[in-house]
């Protein structure tokens, strides 16, 4: 059986760092795209980050480049969001998502339950 957690939000001062992890049970991250996304209250969904299967290229949205990273561990079976020199628009919940094939236009085969980043002095 299938889950997809995901961990590692929380409360950072505005410059601060976190790190989200991304770790399905039952399922092996192989060739499948994973992306990152966010919602804030009435906001809607926002694509923060993807990155590819097989190749691993990766694509950010305009907001967070150069401040955020996503990387995949095949060994660990766990796809992370390093997230740097946060603002506080950046507060959310981030959610993990399975892309079903390698590409980050692929349909989305699983999410997350989600977790809550405040960025806040």
């Known amino acids: 059986q299938l889950q997809l957690v995901e961990s590692g939000g929380g409360l950072v001062q505005p410059g601060g760092s976190l790190r989200l992890s991304c770790a399905p049970s039952?399922?092996?991250?192989?060739?499948?795209?994973i992306g990152w996304f966010r919602q804030a209250p009435g906001k809607e969904r926002e694509g923060v980050a993807c990155?590819?299967?097989?190749?691993?290229?990766?694509n950010y949205a305009d907001s967070v480049k150069g401040r955020f990273a996503i990387s995949r561990d095949n060994a660990r079976n766990t796809v992370y969001l390093q997230m740097n020199s946060l603002k506080p628009e950046d507060s959310a919940v981030y959610y993990c998502?399975?892309?079903?094939?390698?590409?980050?236009?692929?349909?989305?085969?699983?999410w997350g339950q989600g977790t809550q980043v405040t960025v806040s002095s």
């Open positions: 998502a399975v892309r079903g094939t390698s590409g980050c236009s692929a349909y989305i085969q699983y």
């Open positions: 039952g399922f092996t991250l192989d060739f499948h795209a």
């Open positions: 990155i590819s299967g097989i190749i691993g290229s990766t």
